[in-house]
Each structure stands twice: as C-alpha cells, then as structure tokens.
C-alpha cells in the first residue's frame, strides 16, 4: 500500500516521529536553565519556542536525508530528476516522518490557537495541507521526487527559526540577541 511498507510499519512510523517530537517539545520547556528571556514568554510564547526546536531539528534531518538518498540514486536531488511514478522505501519513511511531525506540531496549535496569533489558522490550513500531500503522494506512489524537492526546501527553516530565537533570547545588557548583534541577524 505504501511502497513496500506495510499499513502497519507505515502508522508505526509516523507514531514513532509523532513521540519523538513531542518529546523535544517537552524537553523545549527546561530552555529557562540555559536561555535567558525564556522564563518571562507567556505560555502561548514557549509552545512557540517548543514548536521552533521541532522545526529545528527538522529542518536539518530532512535535507541530510535528501542528499543521502541522492546520492544513492546517481546525485539525484530535485524532483524532475525523476519520473512522476518513480517511488522509494526511503522517501516514504522520510515521509512519514514529516506526516508525524506535523500531526505533532498541529496539536499544539490547535491548543493555543488565538494565543498564537490572530492568524494561527494559516499554521493549523499549512499542516492539515501538508499532511494531506504527503499522506497522498505515497499512497499512490506518484510524484515522490516533489517529496524530495519539498524536504530539501525545509532547510530553509533553519534560518527562519533562528531569526525567532534571536528575537527571544535576552542577553545580560537586557537587549534581545537581534538587537545586540544586528549584523548576525541580517547575515541569518
């Protein structure tokens, strides 16, 4: 059903990547021992925070398993590198992955909706979106080179949860990181 994973080590993946992030975004909640500023976010603030580690740490993995996987296939990166009923184990464990971090991320907006901004609905439309496509491209095993391109594409997010951490993170003189160092803010 799956490209060679069976229904049930096709759910047990993404329950896997589901509790291992939320793990992290418990874990997120002790940043106060090491980041000043952490302790003063309202509780809306450290889901974000939490939400942003996840992000983190996805936006790294995912662009290693790219590159690994093309270079298991000939350097092939980009989805038009491959043909539209190309499929792979591995891209749909990658896959997977991502459909559970996203249910993982989706709780917590869901939670504290409003408190993340009268426009938390646009997180909550871009993971219910994003969990469809995934979920659809491997069920049909059509398409999954543009799962290839999308996971490279999240590196992106590195850049962008650091600009929200240096927004954050207070430093001794009482400034915000991003206003301490302005120059490592905008080469971020």
Same mark, same amino acid.
């Given at each position: 059903?799956?490209?060679?994973?069976?229904?049930?080590?096709?759910?047990?993946?993404?329950?896997?990547?589901?509790?291992?992030?939320?793990?992290?975004?418990?874990?997120?909640?002790?940043?106060?021992?090491?980041?000043?500023?952490?302790?003063?976010?309202?509780?809306?603030?450290?889901?974000?925070?939490?939400?942003?580690?996840?992000?983190?740490?996805? &936006? #790294?993995?995912?662009?290693? @398993? %790219?590159?690994?996987?093309?270079?298991? +296939?000939?350097?092939?990166?980009?989805?038009?590198?491959?043909?539209?009923?190309?499929?792979?184990?591995?891209?749909?464990?990658?896959?997977?992955?991502?459909?559970?971090?996203?249910?993982?991320?989706?709780?917590?907006?869901?939670?504290?909706?409003?408190?993340?901004?009268?426009?938390?609905?646009?997180?909550?439309?871009?993971?219910?979106?994003?969990?469809?496509?995934?979920?659809?491209?491997?069920?049909?095993?059509?398409?999954?080179? &543009? #799962?290839?391109?999308?996971? @490279? %594409?999240?590196?992106?997010?590195?850049? +962008?949860?650091?600009?929200?951490?240096?927004?954050?993170?207070?430093?001794?003189?009482?400034?915000?990181?991003?206003?301490?160092?302005?120059?490592?803010?905008?080469?971020?």
């Amino acid at each position: 059903m799956y490209t060679g994973l069976d229904n049930n080590e096709f759910w047990k993946t993404i329950g896997i990547s589901f509790l291992c992030f939320r793990i992290v975004y418990l874990i997120s909640y002790q940043s106060g021992l090491v980041v000043r500023g952490y302790d003063a976010m309202s509780n809306a603030g450290k889901s974000m925070w939490g939400s942003s580690c996840c992000s983190s740490i996805l &936006s #790294l993995w995912m662009p290693y @398993l %790219v590159v690994k996987i093309g270079l298991a +296939n000939g350097g092939k990166w980009l989805f038009f590198d491959y043909p539209y009923k190309w499929a792979d184990d591995e891209v749909t464990r990658m896959a997977c992955i991502m459909i559970g971090y996203f249910y993982a991320d989706l709780c917590d907006i869901l939670y504290y909706n409003k408190q993340w901004g009268k426009e938390y609905w646009v997180f909550a439309f871009h993971h219910i979106a994003a969990i469809w496509y995934f979920h659809q491209i491997i069920q049909h095993e059509l398409g999954q080179g &543009s #799962l290839l391109a999308v996971c @490279l %594409v999240e590196f992106s997010n590195f850049f +962008n949860n650091n600009r929200y951490y240096m927004s954050k993170i207070i430093m001794s003189n009482g400034q915000t990181f991003a206003a301490y160092y302005p120059t490592i803010n905008l080469m971020n």
